[in-house]
């Protein structure tokens, strides 16, 4: 390889020649910036592209942003070759996805219900009918598949080459054999990189390293929770029968997915227990690199799959092929700016989904670089949903066996993450165990979901669509926070103390309400960027003139902190804290909290001393606690914040009073059905970052008229300008008690599709089904027009005649919250 040419200068250095680099670089380039430099340390698909089985499906995700990506993944490589001249092997075969049982049907059925809506054409189709598609497959045992007839596989070689091949065309630079060592920075952004062959100097560095990123990353301080791991496939020997143009066939049930292969059979394997790889770092020398087959571990699984498509056991095998694929914490891949380094850019953590989303990705990503915000729901997979402990080697080595293993199972919407767990505890937790509670991952906190009563165990057999045998107990602990009291630990929430002479003027200006009036009051806002848009959806309590509290929720964590953190001046006297371990949280709700409260401390909680938003510290037993009148239950309601410390004094005190007033335990699975049921918001699930404020209904807690402004005044006011809303968050509930909601479900208006479900729960005192669902319409959407309309939410496939309202269904009026 030739001495490579290497510039001092560029305004973006992408690292990394896969398939995520170089549809970076195509995008960057096709965007209008042209000077871009693709620094590839071998040649170009040499880490784990080259060995790639090259599908390209856009069935099977429900999230909106991921299915887009995926459709334009499709199209981009269908007429890259026309563009470039270089071919990208895409051949529209065929997908069909498989259900062998009747869970991975409910599964796929909501899937296809949702994928239809964003504009596939999947088709359930019979057993027979996969027969007549895939004629070598096993179809006696199965219940339907799914088939897109526009999907079907691609030369992952040739895409990156094309990728490639365009971006040059347009005007970047791509050198191979050029190894970057680290990264620049000064002042807290990046300045450019150090290489094999020298500096250069960037305004942008995106870390495209593929399996190399979280040790790239580390070296830069920012933090990529990532981990290789062993994938398989196996290629049998010539195949009578097959065909080129026979489709993809993919079983999760059997492990599997089968397309031809050189005449043969391609049989790809997601196991159920995985085998991470190096989880000390991978090799920086490892290129076009393979790794030796276990045999004697994988048999099990390739036998399974292989009686899928029985003359595969009789065809011999003619290469059984292991490479390493990394994957993440969630499942979900790692992307953004990171919240370490400004201008610092990721893209890597692709969970063996590389190829067939590389597309949509690059163009995410450039679009985000050059302007500086996304244009699509980012919540999900923005690198600063995750934390430092997740890159430690003994998480990395235990989580990836299951998130792995979790490709091929069924999603199960109620399904928590069960390993790499028991680190993170509030200082509740042994007493929570002993009341019963079920634990689940929130973030890595251990939250209690449910509580099992007296008698019975605290564990789940299995899991289901329907109702689990936990709802009623569920029931008891709603009924309990509508009629009753009841206490919910809240630890896990992220807490900042922003303290300092203009810490009130900072964060007035981040907010889109007024949060700097009267000391000892909370304040609901949001925060916005400047295209009007959410960034955050918390609260703010003015503690004191220089002292102010701002609690948002686990997944906006590090998101909120590196956003309050950048948009301090450098001039400003104003300094965020991280409070989240020390104080202890404990929400006291229901129609008697003032009551069992009042029983324990000497401030007098009275409506008119004490009244909705205020927030003051009081006495409780030995302990000194902030306690803010305030509700996301739509109840009377308190939230406590406890010195860690006095946390179990705080907690006994109150069980021991509570015993008279008929206290009970509530979980999360109550907290999600209690605010479903009046409405309130949970950013990074109904609502996201492509929702202006006025459509996600929150134009009550913005004020326009506050002095200074804030950020994205000009574009709400602009919205606001442009008359009444097509695009609007509603209420929905099912009239039927028996169906469950979750998320995705369609929303039909008068037979006519305008919106989906983006998050649900169960409303039992409303009585059924409900959720927070976005809506498009040609028309203005207002109440009159939503009642003018005949409604059916589909789940599942079946329409079920629905309620929308842009009002709470519970209590609209906030007479509960404010008695």
Known sequence: MSEPNLPRHARVVVIGGGVIGCSVAYHLAQMGWKDVLLLERDRLTSGTTWHAAGLIVTFGSTSSTSTEMRQYTRDLYARLEAETGQSTGFRPVGFIEVAGD???????????????????????????????????????????????????????????????????????????????????????????????????????????????????????????????????????????????????????????????????????????????????????????????????????????????????LELGVKKFFCGPESFTPDLQPVVGESPELRNFFVAAGMNSIGILTGGGLGRVLAHWIITGRPDVDVTGFNIDRLHAYQSNPEYRRTRTVESLGMVYQCHYPTRSMQSARGARKSAFYDRLAACGAYFRDVSGWEGADWYAPAGHEAKVDSLSWGRQHWFRWWEVEHRAAREGVILMDMSFMAKFLVQGRDAGRVLNHISANDVDGPAGVITYTQWLNEGGTLEADLTVTKLGDERYWVVASDTAHRHVEAWMRRHIPEDAHAFVSDATSGYAQLNVQGPRSRELLQDLTSVDLSNEAFPFRAAREIDIGFARVLCIRITYLGELGYELYIPTEQATHVYDRLVGAGAAFDLRHAGLKALASLRMEKGYRDFGHDIDNTDSVLEAGLGFAVDLKKPGGFIGRDAVLAKKAEGPLKRRLVQVLVKDPEPMLYHAEILWRDGKAVGYVRAASYGHTLGGAVGLAMLNADEPIDQAWLDAGRWEVDIAGTRYPAITSLRPLYDPDMRRVKS
Request: aromatic share 8%.
């Open 102 to 312: 009747r869970d991975r049907l409910e599964e796929y059925r909501r899937v296809s219900a949702f994928n239809r809506h964003c504009g596939i054409d999947v088709h359930e189709i019979s057993p027979a009918e996969i027969g007549e598609l895939f004629p070598l497959a096993r179809t006696d045992d199965l219940l339907a598949g799914f088939y897109v007839k526009e999907d079907g596989r691609a030369d992952p070689v040739d895409v990156t080459m094309a990728l490639a091949k365009g971006a040059r065309m347009q005007g970047a630079r791509i050198l191979e054999g050029v190894t970057v060592t680290g990264v620049l920075s000064g002042r807290g952004t990046v300045s450019g990189v150090s290489t094999s062959h020298g500096d250069v100097q960037a305004e942008y560095v995106v870390n495209c390293a593929g399996m190399w990123a979280r040790q790239l990353g580390e070296r830069a301080g920012v933090n990529i929770p990532l981990q290789a791991a062993e994938h398989y496939y196996l290629i049998t020997g010539q195949c009578p029968g097959i065909d080129k143009a026979m489709p993809v066939l993919e079983d999760p049930g059997s492990y599997g997915y089968f397309r031809e292969e050189v005449g043969g059979l391609m049989i790809g394997l997601f196991e159920p227990v995985c085998a991470p790889w190096k989880v000390g770092g991978v090799p920086e020398d490892f290129s076009f690199g393979e790794i030796p087959p276990d045999w004697e571990r994988m048999a099990p699984y390739v036998e399974k799959a292989m009686q899928r498509v029985p003359v595969s």
